[in-house]
């Protein structure tokens, strides 16, 4: 069982920076491999970022690379994903997820756990 609980988000201009954070617990929270999706209104949930179980390995959706960076530190057990040069496309509920294999994702049907999201508005 993991649990996940993301923070962070508010509003920003176009152009800025936020940093979403994910606190994981659970037996298995430090090796499993992590996710970032996002969902905006009247879209459907889309892959943001992923990470392996060590945050050797990271993979990125094309709308992002180069302007956000996801890590994690198995150490205290956080995920972040580190959002620059904003964009009002990037406004969407971001959600944390995790599966319990330490193998990065971009499918969501491979997560196990999700968290409830946390709400990134950037204003133009």
């Known amino acids: 069982q993991v649990q996940l609980v993301e923070s962070g988000g508010g509003l920003v201009q176009a152009g800025g920076s936020l940093r979403l954070s994910c606190a994981a617990s659970g037996r298995t929270a430090s090796s499993s491999a992590m996710g970032w999706f996002r969902q905006a209104p009247g879209k459907e949930r889309e892959f943001v970022a992923t990470?392996?179980?060590?945050?050797?390995?990271?993979y990125y959706a094309d709308t992002v690379k180069g302007r956000f960076t996801i890590s994690r530190d198995n150490a205290k057990n956080t995920v972040y994903l580190q959002m620059n040069s904003l964009k009002p496309e990037d406004t969407a509920l971001y959600y944390c997820a995790a599966r319990e294999m330490s193998y990065m994702s971009f499918e969501e049907g491979k997560y196990d756990y999700w968290g409830q999201g946390t709400q990134v508005t950037v204003s133009s």
């Open positions: 990470i392996n179980f060590s945050g050797g390995t990271t």
